[in-house]
């Protein structure tokens, strides 16, 4: 469970098909349990974060 942030998850994406991210979903949803609206811009922030990072990579690559 190392895919933590964007940066973790184009470390990976730059050399796997897929990354996997349940982890850090999951611990969004605890760290804010009692604040859905908190709990549902960190998962979206998080995600649109991790998804910038990995076509950034995948342009590298393209490009390479």
């Known amino acids: 469970f190392g895919i933590k942030d964007a940066q973790s998850a184009a470390r990976i994406g730059a050399i796997a098909d897929a ?6 979903i ?7 349990q009692q ?8 998962i979206v922030d998080l995600l649109s974060d991790m998804r910038k990072a990995l076509d950034g990579e995948r342009l590298k ?3 390479a």
């Open 19 to 24: 990354v996997v991210v349940g982890s850090a």
């Open 26 to 32: 999951v611990q969004r949803i605890a760290d804010n």
């Open 35 to 42: 604040d859905v609206k908190q709990m549902q811009k960190s």
């Open 61 to 63: 690559k393209a490009t």
